[in-house]
């Protein structure tokens, strides 16, 4: 099986880079496993454990940290595709060898990889395309991407209308991350069975092992109130959540927020916050992973997910697992998402997402109830291991 990775522009970790490392990780002892991609894709499979199989370089790292802006992505996405499909013909062996592809991503430098494999080998190959997140339409009401920020929304929108056709007609199967982007994938073709819902997935090996010893901090001795996970991005809420903040505050004097991550918004963010006068109440600590993330759990005491307009999210299932309940606005994919240990707010009302926090913290029968619901469905439903098996199973069979 050959993973397609070429993507990456960034030192964060999107909910697709978590899939695909994972399924390296669960699926090495079944399959050979080549991954073709950026050096970022490596490096960010290395930094998680994962190893076990081969690696062809498609690009250096990018000499720019985040090309966030519109430009700056154009460049970005011409540059990887070209080396990426260099790589592929320099590589086409390995190509060959296989009888899977794995484009990661809906992005050009990753889905078109999977298309060009599948043009030149036809039905000798399989190709499966992972198709995360659909950009909302422009004129959407819950599109997050409003005033000044309109026509970089339109843009994205327009930008993906071919990827999506190109995987529709072509692909065998699909990827997605909730149920609701099932139907858009079905075809005469590509029966349901073929539309996995991957949803995502978490690793509890850690966060059991710790709630089962004596080191578990007093949740009313914890350092944060809440915990945000994300990409600093329109998308996730991250501006409303410090509206959402000073809110908080103005009814809990000393609130403190932890806030991992970064992205475009991040001077947008640090520039509110300042107005606010909320320096001393959210605290933006960079991108995080492994353990360096898991003591920030450790420290807090529910996990926010104010995402806008999503198609499911794993960065809240990742504190739930710490036994943390979250709060978000009640989105339609989050209804299968978190069915449970997690408190919605009606979307866009932010008084209410406030107001569901402070129940939390000052409503301990309430605190337990919620905090034993997320544990619960993040180990019955959400264990990686379980997770990738069920995947391995839809594409390959039990037997294989």
């Keep these: 099986m050959v993973f397609l990775a070429n993507n990456n522009i960034g030192a964060g970790l999107s909910g697709g880079d978590r899939i695909y490392t994972e399924f390296l990780r669960h699926w090495r002892d079944k399959l050979e496993m080549t991954l073709i991609g950026s050096e970022e894709a490596f490096s960010m499979a290395a930094t998680r454990g994962v190893s076990g199989f081969r690696f062809i370089q498609s690009d250096a790292r990018n000499a720019r940290r985040n090309p966030y802006s519109l430009l700056g992505l154009l460049r970005h996405i011409a540059r990887r595709l ?21 484009s990661i991503s809906d992005a050009y430098p990753d889905c078109l990889m999977g298309a060009y494999v599948k043009w030149r080998r036809g039905p000798t190959v399989t190709w499966i395309a992972g198709y995360y997140l659909f950009v ?47 139907a858009p994938f079905v075809t005469p073709r590509r029966p349901a069975s073929r539309v996995i819902v991957v949803q995502g997935g978490v690793d509890i090996t850690e966060s059991e092992r710790h709630l089962q010893s004596p080191a578990v901090v007093p949740v009313e001795q914890r350092k944060y109130d809440a915990c945000f996970v994300g ?46 006068g909320l320096q001393e109440h959210i605290a933006i600590l960079g991108f995080m992973d492994g353990a360096a993330k898991f003591e920030v759990f450790k420290q807090s005491r529910l996990m926010v997910h104010p995402a806008t307009y999503d198609s499911g999210g794993m960065a809240a299932a990742e504190g ?31 008084d209410q997402f406030a107001d569901l926090i402070l129940r939390l913290l000052d409503d301990r029968t309430l605190y337990d109830q919620q905090a034993r619901a997320a544990h619960q469905l993040i180990v019955e439903v959400w264990d990686w291991k379980k997770r990738a098996q069920r995947v391995y199973e839809a594409v390959f069979g039990a037997a294989r």
């Excluded at 501006?239 to 991040?266: C, F, H, N, T, Y």
């Design 82 to 102: 070209r080396r990426g499909l260099r790589a592929v013909k320099a590589n086409w062996s390995a190509i060959t060898e296989a009888d899977t592809v794995y």
């Design 136 to 182: 909302p339409h422009p004129f959407s009401a819950d599109t997050p991407y409003k005033g000044r920020n309109w026509l970089r929304g339109a843009l994205y929108w327009l930008m993906q209308i071919p990827s999506y056709h190109l995987v529709k007609r072509y692909a065998d199967y699909v990827f997605v991350t909730s149920q609701p982007d099932v």
């Design 231 to 276: 990409r600093f991005h329109f998308q996730k809420g991250v501006l409303e959540l410090v509206d959402i903040w000073k809110k908080v505050v103005a009814r809990r004097k000393d609130a403190r927020l932890a806030m991992i991550g970064e992205g475009s918004l991040q001077p947008e963010m640090e520039a509110r916050i300042a107005a606010l």
């Design 320 to 350: 739930m697992a710490w036994r943390l309940p979250a709060v978000s606005f009640d989105l339609e994919a989050l209804k299968t998402y978190y069915p449970q240990g997690m408190l919605k707010a009606e979307p866009g009302n932010l």
